[in-house]
């Protein structure tokens, strides 16, 4: 890590704090974020959801896994086609109890379908296919179906693999300008219930752009115009279990862990100390300093803010001396010192020829 500007990371042993402008850390065999002379960085760390604690101490990283996230929340960008046929409502018609059809057939029926992955409370993947099937001028109905064969089948019905099984169901209503008016969901646990093998009982919103009580949500956008039924973006709230990729490091200086499920979080959050002067710092060596009665005590704080620098991750801070200028000195001295030592060698022959001529 680098600072661009004032501030200086802090390091500790156990002596004591230091401070340093070398942003070089590693992370040991605990996590820690430490030097290369394994000095321990100061900061705040982060709890197991990802949130700082504002307590300043050794920075430490958890490395490990995450748990997985169950699906509570689908989110929704699309437009379904206000030309649409409904002349007839095949798709209300069906049973869609994981025993009389398929999902294939299904979706060969309803005017558009949609799908997206979801996750139950183990981690497991399961996909769901969002069915719309247009019943008049400007209204619709929508039907949630997940695959019969991954539901815990009670008392051996008769659940199979690629059938329909109904989770949700509801309906839409649109103005003149296409906009969705009206918003209902129907969860089938109310009435039936169901849970994915060796799962907890899950149920899942699904945001087109308005509550149950039509208020706006601020997240979907469903819409009814005149143009081929398309989704634009389609996302939900679950995850599997996370494997740690990577680290990032913010400007704030925040270290966000990056995992192979599409999560990331917040791992902590390196600190940058300022004084009110630097003059009187005690350089100790290998870049480091002391504070001493002339600067101070240090103020701990987020980078960015108070006057503190900002933080770039990834990037060292360069040395402030002029290679160029440092090579001409170096070269001008050992001239120096060639002509300096000539002289002497001169002065020393000309004393012992004086002394051998007496």
């Not at 103005?175 to 093998?197: A, I, K, R």
Request: proline residues 2%.
């Amino acid at each position: 890590m680098a600072i661009n500007g004032n501030g200086f990371f802090t390091i500790r042993d156990g002596n004591g704090l230091y401070y340093t402008r070398n942003g070089a850390f590693y992370l040991d065999s605990e996590g820690y974020l430490v030097t290369a002379a394994n000095m321990r960085v100061q900061g705040y760390t982060a709890n197991s959801e990802g949130y700082i604690q504002p307590t300043l101490g050794d920075l430490q990283v958890a490395v490990g896994d995450i748990s997985s996230q169950t699906t509570t929340e689908v989110v929704l960008v699309a437009n379904i086609d206000a030309e649409a046929d409904d002349s007839t409502t095949p798709v209300g018609s069906m049973s869609l109890d994981g025993l009389t059809e398929t999902i294939d057939s299904v979706t060969q029926s309803a005017d558009y379908s949609t799908s997206i992955s979801i996750y139950d409370s183990l981690g497991a993947k399961h996909d769901l296919t969002v069915t719309f099937e247009k019943t008049g001028t400007n209204t619709w109905d929508y039907y949630v179906l997940t695959d019969a064969g991954e539901i815990a089948d009670p008392s051996s019905i008769g659940y199979a693999e690629g059938y329909a099984f109904s989770i949700a169901s509801g309906s839409l209503t649109f103005n003149t300008d296409g906009e969705l008016t009206g918003f209902t969901q129907n969860n089938t646990s109310l009435v039936t219930s169901w849970n994915y093998e060796g799962a907890s009982a899950q149920d899942v919103t699904f945001d087109f752009g308005l509550d149950t009580s039509n208020n706006p949500t601020g997240g979907g956008t469903l819409t009814q115009l005149s143009a081929e039924s398309t989704v634009t973006s389609i996302d939900q709230d679950g995850a599997s279990v996370g494997h740690l990729t990577s680290l990032t490091v913010r400007s704030d200086g925040t270290i966000v862990g990056l995992y192979d499920n599409g999560m990331d979080m917040n791992m902590g959050q390196v600190t940058v100390a300022v004084f009110d002067t630097t003059n009187g710092m005690e350089r100790i060596g290998s870049g480091l300093f002391r504070a001493q009665r002339i600067p101070g005590e240090p103020a701990f704080g987020v980078a960015g803010e108070g006057g503190r620098g900002d933080i770039f991750g990834s990037n060292l801070e360069a040395a402030n001396v002029d290679i160029e200028e440092e090579f001409i000195n170096m070269i001008t001295a050992q001239r120096s010192y060639q002509a300096n030592s000539r002289v002497l060698s001169s002065t020393n022959e000309l004393l012992r020829e004086l002394v051998n001529l007496i």
